[in-house]
């Protein structure tokens, strides 16, 4: 993946996770970019005229939405600080929860381990309460080791995946490190994609209650046209349960940005976004496996509106393995990108149509995150422009085991100066759940992470 380090410069945030509205065609990268690193287009006209009213900028329904944010989820405390290294920017962060609501969440860090980017993490006890430092997660630090993943078992053990730059040799590979329950590493750190030609990227991860996991990624020209996605499965104890195994069937052109999630039998689905596949652009795919890793039934097409794009995919499940998937879409709600979401029972049958999250649906709603209670109710959370007054916020929408949403969508951050974005959700069994995101400027100097806890 030449070029892409140079992209990087001295900021991570160059580089977006998104891949719409186009691609690469030669990388599968995204080829436009704000100078904060947020992909952004701008609406018609109507910014210049209005720009000095940020109720003029929305209609009717995103004003309805503000006005009765009282009525939304129960928040419990106030937003918090997770970095408390401020210098440059910490970004890009992750979270995940175990049964008991202890949490611990990784992020991006600049410079702070001496060479660029580094992997660090935090963690907190069921009350919100720090248990001790920040602590660095990544021991190679030459170069960039960048966008954590982070999944939590039962117990309380967890395992951080990143990318890390020309540490198997060759470009970005995928890297692992194991935690007990207490925060002391297992281990070392470990590679995990064994194939090392080209770039691994756009990892995700997804933990059983008894510590087993599974890591996907996306690879670079290994199924032999742009990127494809990889798996491998691991038990409690790092020992791996296979060799990296194809996700996608389809292989033409890109297939990339995958996300996973398991139940407690093991089970588990993949998700990633496609382009091409679908006719028109980019689409979005899923593969169900067993718990032994055996595909169930074939991939299959999870997006039913086709036209242009739809990307960047977030799945969650919950313990009896019904599943949600939700992705942006462009276009599709009238302007620009909107968030939507379809659900699954365990068998993969699809229940009802896909449906829009976003109930603002002017400018952009982008970065959907979900995640799932034991119950079968689900959160997601995304980025929106220009819906809290200032630039970016971060808001979400619940729903119980049926579908329906629980109250109007909700505005996360309470700071909203500049962007708040990138946000990403964890959920425990019970249905408690942590909300993080990076915030411009909050913490004095550059980006900072941010979260903010909710009870249902």
């Known amino acids: 993946m030449v070029g892409l380090e140079t992209e990087f410069k001295n900021n991570i945030l160059s580089y977006s996770r998104e891949s719409t509205p186009k691609y690469n065609q030669s990388r599968g990268v995204s080829s436009i970019f704000k100078k ?153 750190e470990f590679l995990v994609n064994t194939h090392t030609m080209g770039a691994q990227r756009d990892v995700s991860i997804a933990m059983g209650e008894s510590g087993n996991f599974i890591i996907v990624w996306a690879s670079l020209d290994q199924d032999g046209d742009g990127w494809g996605v990889y798996s491998r499965r691991y038990d409690s104890t790092g020992t791996p349960q296979s060799s990296e195994f194809q996700v996608n069937s389809h292989t033409t052109s890109h297939q990339s940005a995958p996300s996973v999630a398991m139940d407690s039998s093991g089970n588990f689905i993949v998700v990633w976004q496609s382009l091409g596949q679908d006719g028109d652009g980019s689409g979005v795919y899923g593969q169900r496996f067993d718990n032994a890793g055996n595909p169930v039934g074939l991939e299959f097409q999870i997006n039913t509106y086709t ?45 009802g149509s896909e449906f829009r999250v976003n109930t603002c649906y002017f400018y952009i709603q982008r970065n959907p995150s979900i995640a799932m209670d034991d119950s079968g109710n689900f959160v997601v959370v995304w980025q929106s422009d220009n819906q809290d007054g200032d630039d970016l916020g971060v808001i979400g929408q619940q729903y119980d085991i049926t579908g329906s949403p629980l109250g109007p969508e909700f505005q996360v951050n309470t700071y909203i100066l500049d962007n708040q974005s990138n946000p990403a959700i964890a959920m425990e069994p019970d249905g408690n759940y942590i909300v993080v995101w990076q915030s411009y400027g909050q913490d004095g100097d550059g980006y900072g992470v941010y979260g903010q806890r909710y009870e249902p």
Do not use: H
């Not at 611990?104 to 660090?120: A, C, E, L, M, T």
């Open 36 to 188: 904060n690193g947020l992909p952004r287009i701008d609406p018609p006209q109507v910014i210049s005229s209005w720009k000095n009213s940020a109720f003029a900028q929305k209609p009717m329904t995103c004003i309805l939405a503000l006005m009765f944010c009282s009525l939304r989820a129960q928040s419990v405390g106030a937003e918090f600080q997770v970095n408390s290294y401020t210098t440059n920017n910490q970004s890009l962060a992750n979270v995940a929860m175990d049964g008991l609501g202890n949490s611990i969440i990784v992020w991006s860090s600049f410079d702070q381990d001496g060479d660029r980017w580094g992997i660090y993490g935090k963690r907190y006890d069921s009350a919100g309460t720090p248990i001790g430092s920040e602590f660095q997660v990544s021991t190679f630090f030459s170069s960039n080791q960048i966008r954590p993943d982070v999944a939590m078992d039962g117990s309380g053990n967890f395992v951080v995946v990143w990318w890390s730059l020309s540490q198997d040799t060759d470009d970005y590979g995928i890297y692992g490190q194991r935690y007990d329950s207490v925060g002391d590493q297992e281990g070392s």
């Open 307 to 351: 036209t242009s794009f739809q990307s960047s995919p977030s799945v969650a499940m919950d313990g009896s393995g019904n599943f949600v998937v939700a992705w942006q879409s462009f276009i599709q709600d009238g302007d620009n990108d909107g968030i939507y979401g379809q659900r699954y029972d365990a068998d993969g049958n699809p229940i």
